[in-house]
Structures are given as C-alpha cells and as structure tokens.
C-alpha cells in the first residue's frame, strides 16, 4: 500500500530564504508524482509534475526534483516570499485506474 | 481565480435533508473527481469519472451519490449525511482518461456543515 510523508509538518522562514519541502513514498512504482499549493479554506493549485521518466521540473522560483529508486521528491523554492505562504502538498499517481494518495502536507510561513 | 467551478461556496444542512453539490468546468477535460478534506488534512479521494463513466469508487457510503450529466458537469447527491461528513469538498478535471500524466486542476470547494 502506498503511503506518502512529508517533512516537516510545518516550517516558518525569514522572508528571502531559500528553503526545501521534502516528501517520501513507500512505492517507487509511481507514474508520477504532482505538488500543489492550498491557501487556506481554498482548493488545490497545481505547481509542477514530474513524470516518473524525469528528474525534475522548473517553474519560477520552484524546482521539484523525482528519485523514485529512493522513493523521495523534494520541492526547492527559492528567495522566498511571504506570498508563498500556504500548504504544500505531494500527491503520488499511479497508472491505470487507482488511487491517487496525498502526503499530510507541509505548512509553510514565510516572515516578512 | 479557478478554471474549475463549484457551487455552492458554502452549505449547512441537517441529516434529514437533500442537496446537491455542483461543479462545472469548461477547459475540455475528459477526467472529473470528487475529493472529501478535513480539516488540517489532506483530500481523500471520492470518485472518480472519466468520459463520463464512473471509473472509480472509493467504497464511499450510499448517502454520496455522483452523477455526470455531461463532460463539463459534476454532481454530488446528498442525502441522510451524519455530523461526520462536514468537511470540505472539492472537485478537480483533468485531460485525458485517467489522471497520471495530467495535472488535476482544482476548484475552491463547497465547505459543507451537517447539523
């Protein structure tokens, strides 16, 4: 059964820090893995997804890097901003119909 | 603002009652999902249609009842819900059958309270 973590459970940096949000799943037979974003009482925003054939993914300020062999994804972000403050989720896919599983998320505050 | 829309924002009911969420998305997505979050806690998956077809149940109790009535419509019947089901409710599409090599975008949800 495949089960996601990430850590830490909550992070509170200096506005302009560069900071990295880690998550980690027990089955590397993953298709992909997608990060997201959730400001609170608000839906999910995706942010980037990498396919199980990549390594990583740039978008802005954000870099998502995939090692499936040690079943971990790391969410870099750069010079961080207090905009960037929310909930930061993994969610781990799988081929074919199945289940998609989310890691509890990481609360990030970002000070101005 | 968010390319999937749900409707209503907020909806208190008693355990007697009978509603329906809706949620609507016009970016061509074959893929819709209905997900059950608590609070402090990720999504849970609910259901999951594709083409229309419900392709996915996650043994979620009788009292949740979906429908798709079209390839930009999502519905979720309420009936008989208990305290417990308050929660927030969220729905997403994505491209194509199944939702691995597409990212799910999500609407804001319907905060749902059962009195």
């Known amino acids: 059964k495949q089960e996601v973590t990430q850590i830490p459970a909550a992070l509170s940096v200096p506005e302009g820090e560069n900071l990295v949000l880690n998550c980690s799943f027990t089955d590397s037979a993953i298709y992909n893995l997608q990060w997201f974003r959730q400001d609170p009482g608000k839906g999910l925003t995706s942010l980037l997804l990498i396919q199980s054939s990549q390594r990583e993914q740039t978008s802005g300020r954000l870099n998502a890097s995939l090692d499936k062999s040690s079943g971990r994804s790391t969410l870099y972000i750069a010079a961080s901003q207090p905009g960037d403050s929310a909930t930061y989720l993994c969610?781990?896919?799988?081929?074919?119909?199945?289940?998609?599983?989310f890691g509890p998320g990481t609360s990030l505050s970002v000070i101005p | 603002d968010t390319e999937v829309t749900q409707t209503p924002k907020h909806l208190v009911m008693g355990m007697t009652n009978k509603k329906s969420l809706k949620c609507e998305q016009h970016m061509g997505h074959r893929a819709m999902y209905w997900y059950k979050q608590k609070a402090k806690k990720p999504p849970e998956l609910m259901f999951v249609y594709s083409y229309e077809k419900l392709s996915i149940n996650e043994s979620v109790p009788s009292r949740f009842s979906p429908e798709c009535p079209n390839s930009s419509l999502l519905n979720l019947h309420l009936h008989a819900l208990q305290p417990e089901d308050s929660a927030l409710y969220l729905c997403?599409?994505?491209?194509?059958?199944?939702?691995?090599?597409?990212?799910?975008?999500f609407g804001d949800g319907t905060r749902l309270s059962i009195l």
């Open positions: 969610a781990a896919l799988k081929t074919s119909y199945d289940k998609v599983i």
């Open positions: 997403a599409s994505s491209q194509g059958t199944d939702f691995s090599n597409q990212p799910q975008h």
